[in-house]
């Protein structure tokens, strides 16, 4: 606040700046003694110590004996009685109750600042003894009441040897500060107003005052100013005027006009008139030093001039001269000096509004003086306000008021100190209601609390009783209780009904009644170990039905009854899962059988299978463990056209001859639709193990008959024997069907003993898929092209679209290898749709370098595709290729299959404008009679004819043939592999129009062929 109001006294503040520091430390010194922080309290003391001293060094110049004058600098507001007193709080704040010897000195210091507080009370009772303590009474005031606080508690703490700091709840401490500093808030503002107001007042008197005597002065120069006027125009006009009788008249009617004299013009004295009770002659104040200095000055116009020496005088009145200039028309006069009495010209009628308030008038440093002469000088007057005096053509007078009796001052500021003790008195019983209240309420709270949980634990006793009848009358499985000689004591009405017996005929019963020797020695030690250790336990049991003697299966749960310590008997739950076990019995054989055969299924053949190899791991023996897989040959046709009936009926017919043919230990399972797993371990030889193979294909061969029908079948049978590297099932498994797989490739209605060659084929077919589906997905397959040459022309007129592929390290794969098994595992779909798509987009560059189309091999799988026509479309579109600059090649066998659908589809491929030629013409076409009505353009002689060409002469006539029936049905024929120029004469000679082999140009990737065709005289 004093930064914000910036006072120019003390007086003007409410609390300075040194005071303001010396509160807060108190505040954090009695923080830290609370909440047990050394450190703030030792802290808090010696700022109070050290202002104290600073205080103490300023007042009485010791800082400049010390050499320390930036001391001044500071404010050092306390006053010298207070300075000891702070001293004496500093010490107190820092002694620790806990100490013995430091309490003394608590007790000590407290008792003096309770002593000091009380005597500062005391003097506030006259008006003016506040200012031995402080600048005003309201800081004295409720410091001597703060200061009464402290020395009250630290002296009631230093009366208890073990100090224990208990505070309140943050909310009290919260209320108490929100209180304070509200209370102190209040004494602020309202002190500060009452000062304020005194001030504002006393300079509002004080510049009234100010002006008022100006306005006095003025009209005194005017009135010698007229005076002197008429003395002129009188003597202007030569009228006869009698100034001694004027000049008396002003001395009659001006009470503070003492004299006026005519001085010539060496400022010498004509005449003089004297007022009769003048206190000082004319001529006296005309002698004094500095009216004779004043006096040799040259005057042209009116002058003011007042004796320092005479206002310095406060017994006499002072005195005001003034000089009024004449002009030469009157006489030899030349001046007119006139002499008033300063106290009365400058207390006027004008009075202060406010009798405690005086005013002061300075005329220099040295010389101030009041007028008001019914208000004697003290020394304990408070400044409060100053104005400037401006006399008319003479000095500058400074007006100061001051506070000139402190009773209303003193009675307002004990009234606001009262004020402030009441809220602080206030606020700490506010608190202590509020912590009393709290306490209330928790105390309120902790008694609801025991009530509640009181009911609580009533209601949950009523509901465990409930609960504990209901365990026996209502729980749907049999509940009952045994003493400890194992009597039933207490049964519920499912255990009646579900062991077919009455309550009156159960109670004292031993559970031994339902059980059979067996189970009862089984169960009495864990019933007597229950009664012994108080465990609970659970188990199975076979109980006896006491009506019908049936057998049951109980689940049974056994709970000791422990009262006091003491097993007094047994509970004991019971639920009847006789179903659920036959349930998992049946389960348990269903997860190892084949639901239509009713043989074992794949996980229990794998199972027995481990145990035999385990088995003949451990214990080996002479005899051959042998795995036979067999598949039944022809019969999916059999279960499409006759239905799934007939092929579940003929299934059962095989597993019905198998097991009538087998022995143990053979082991027997049906693994997935017509396929059958056979092991045995009983034969000593292979001979003999053939012979038991071929046992079992003659014995499947025999027709089967369904209703009127006899269907015949035979089977292909892989087999394996266990050898010392096979480590499971699942490898001899394996085998077997590697086995049977070769067995159907050489004809069906065979057998084939497993070699590891076969497997290493079969692995090696497994990777390559793999890779090739990898190389498909990452689309790192490439195509590469070979041109096709006119003969006629000798120039390249198309190129052929090549499918090739490198595995990751650069190992090329033959397309005669991956080609098949694309085909045979579909993956020749999403193959040939990409080779299809990036020739159609490779095309635009081979037409601007003059190629006129490209040729793409179509697969069996694309062309009967259902939307084949569609994907064309879509390709086309999406590259933006017109159709004739693309030639689809298909197989022979492609075209014999579903002969009607591909001339429907190749009609459209015609109409559409898109080129279609037979690849491979002459190595499968078996009706020849087709070409005729086949919508293609174009045959490729197989490089088959080509290759001996030149020296076979039967190449040479089937080559012929080829294309004289191509020229009689109007095709282009090309000849594929060309490697000699021979066979570029012979081919020419036939009536061949077009050639493509290495004789012109191997395959080449895109930019290959394009610098090809740059450097080439073929285009």
């Known amino acids: 606040m004093n930064a914000i109001v910036e006072p120019q006294s003390l007086f003007e503040r409410m609390l300075s700046n040194n005071s303001s520091l010396i509160c807060i430390a108190i505040s954090v010194a009695t923080a830290g003694l609370l909440f047990k922080y050394r450190f703030f309290q030792w ?67 407290s008792a003096l600042v309770t002593l000091a507080a009380i005597i500062m009370l005391v003097i506030h009772i006259n008006p003016n003894g506040f200012m031995l303590l402080g600048p005003h009474p309201d800081i004295t005031s409720v410091a001597a009441v703060l200061l009464l606080l402290l020395g009250v508690s630290y002296s009631l703490l230093s009366q208890q040897e073990r100090f224990v700091s208990v505070l309140p709840s943050k909310q009290a401490m919260t209320i108490g500060f929100i209180a304070v500093c509200l209370t102190s808030a209040a004494w602020y503002f309202m002190g500060y107003s009452s000062l304020k107001e005194i001030q504002q007042q006393a300079e509002r008197e004080v510049e009234r005052l100010a002006n008022a005597r100006s306005t006095m002065a003025m009209v005194n120069i005017q009135l010698m100013r007229r005076m002197t006027e008429r003395w002129e125009l009188a003597a202007a006009n030569n009228f006869e005027f009698d100034r001694r009788s004027d000049v008396q008249a002003y001395l009659r009617d001006i009470p503070h006009l003492l004299s006026l004299s005519a001085l010539d013009t060496s400022k010498q004295t004509l005449w003089t008139e004297d007022r009769p009770d003048s206190h000082i002659p004319s001529l006296e104040v005309m002698a004094m030093p500095q009216v004779q200095n004043w006096l040799v000055q040259h005057h042209i116009d009116i002058n003011f001039i007042i004796p320092e020496l005479q206002f310095m005088q406060s017994e006499t009145p002072a005195v005001a001269v003034m000089i009024l200039p004449i002009a030469d028309v009157v006489d030899d006069m030349r001046y007119l000096l006139a002499v008033f009495n300063l106290n009365q010209m400058m207390n006027p009628a004008t009075r202060l509004t406010n009798d405690k308030i005086k005013v002061y008038t300075r005329l220099s440093e040295q010389a101030e003086r009041s007028f008001e002469d019914d208000k004697p000088t003290h020394a304990n007057e408070l400044a409060l306000a100053s104005a400037i005096l401006t006399i008319p053509h003479g000095p ?21 100190t009262a004020i402030v003790s009441l809220g602080l008195l206030f606020s700490l019983a506010f608190v202590l209601m509020f912590e009393q209240n709290r306490e209330l309420r928790h105390h309120s709270h902790k008694v609801a609390l025991t009530q509640r949980r009181l009911r609580k634990q009533r209601q949950e006793l009523s509901i465990n009783e409930q609960r504990y009848r209901s365990l026996f009358s209502q729980h749907p499985d049999p509940v009952f209780s045994l003493d400890c000689n194992g009597k039933f004591t207490h049964v519920n009405d499912a255990f009646c009904e579900q062991v077919e017996v009455d309550r009156e005929q159960l109670l004292d019963m031993h559970f031994q009644e339902f059980l059979d020797d067996g189970e009862f020695a089984r169960i009495l030690p864990i019933f007597t170990g229950i009664i012994q250790t108080g465990q609970s336990q659970r188990y199975e049991a076979e109980v006896i039905t006491y009506r019908t003697k049936s057998i049951k299966i109980f689940d049974i749960t056994n709970l000791p009854i422990i009262i006091g310590g003491d097993v007094l008997g047994t509970f004991g739950i019971g639920r009847d899962i006789t179903q659920i076990k036959e349930q998992e019995e049946q389960l348990s054989y269903q997860a190892r059988h084949d639901n239509l055969t009713g043989l074992s299924n794949r996980a229990a053949f794998e199972s027995d299978l481990t145990q035999l190899i385990q088995q003949q791991q451990t214990a080996p023996s002479e005899q051959l463990l042998a795995v036979l897989f067999i598949d039944i040959d022809g019969f999916k046709p059999v279960n499409d056209s006759l239905g799934l009936r007939v092929g579940d009926e003929i299934l059962q017919q095989v597993a019905a001859r198998l097991q009538k043919h087998i022995k143990q230990p053979d082991i027997l399972a049906r693994f997935s639709g017509d396929e059958f797993v056979m092991a045995t371990n009983r034969c000593e030889s292979i001979p003999q193990l053939e012979e038991l193979v071929a046992h079992v294909l003659d014995f499947i061969d025999e027709p089967y008959t369904v209703g009127n029908q006899k269907i015949y079948l035979t089977a292909s049978i892989g087999v394996t024997i266990y050898k010392p590297t096979n480590k499971d099932a699942m490898s001899l498994i394996q085998q077997a069907d590697v086995a049977m797989a070769q067995a159907k490739q050489q004809g069906r209605n065979h057998w084939q003993f497993y070699t590891q060659q076969r497997q290493s084929m079969s692995a090696s077919d497994i990777i390559l898929r793999s890779q090739l589906q990898q190389a498909i997905d990452n689309e ?131 109409e559409r404008g898109i080129r279609v030629a037979i690849d491979d013409f002459g190595t499968g076409f078996s009706g020849l009679s087709y070409l005729k009505t086949l919508p293609v353009t174009k045959l490729k002689i197989d490089r088959a004819f080509i290759k001996e060409l030149e020296h076979s002469s039967s190449d040479q006539a089937i080559t012929q043939g080829i294309i004289n029936m191509a020229q009689q049905v109007g095709l282009e024929v090309i000849a594929e592999g060309v490697e000699t120029t021979d066979q570029i004469t012979l081919l020419k000679k036939f009536g061949c129009g077009y050639g493509q082999g290495f004789y012109f140009a191997r395959p080449m990737p895109l930019a290959d062929l394009l610098i090809f065709l740059q450097n080439s005289d073929l285009i």
């Open 780 to 910: 790192s397959l490439k195509l590469f092209y070979q041109p096709i040459i006119d003969f006629t022309s000798g120039k390249i007129v198309s190129v052929e679209a090549l499918m090739r592929w490198s595995l990751e390290d650069s190992t090329a794969i033959s397309p005669v290898e991956f080609i098949p098994l694309a085909e045979a595992t579909g993956q020749i779909i999403p193959a040939g749709a990409w080779a299809l798509k990036q020739a159609c987009t490779d095309m635009k560059k081979l037409h601007a370098a003059g190629i006129q189309r490209v040729a793409v091999n179509l697969s069996a799988l694309q062309f009967h595709r259902a939307n084949f026509f569609e994907q064309i479309e879509q390709v086309l579109n999406e590259t933006q290729t017109p159709p004739d600059h693309l030639e689809l090649e298909l197989t022979e066998s492609i075209l014999m299959e579903n002969t009607n659908n591909a001339i429907s589809v190749l009609q459209r491929l015609r």
């Open 396 to 416: 500058e007078l400074e007006l100061n008021a001051t506070l000139y009796n402190f009773e209303e001052l003193s009675y307002s500021g004990n009234l606001r």
């Open 43 to 109: 802290l808090g003391s010696g700022v109070i110590i050290v202002a104290a001293l600073h205080s103490l060094l300023v007042n009485t110049s010791l800082h400049d004996i010390l050499f320390m004058p930036w001391l001044a600098e500071y404010e050092a507001a306390l006053y010298p009685p207070m300075i000891l007193l702070f001293i004496v709080l500093g010490v107190m704040l820092a002694m620790n109750p806990k100490h013995p010897i430091q309490r003394i000195w608590m007790r000590v210091t």
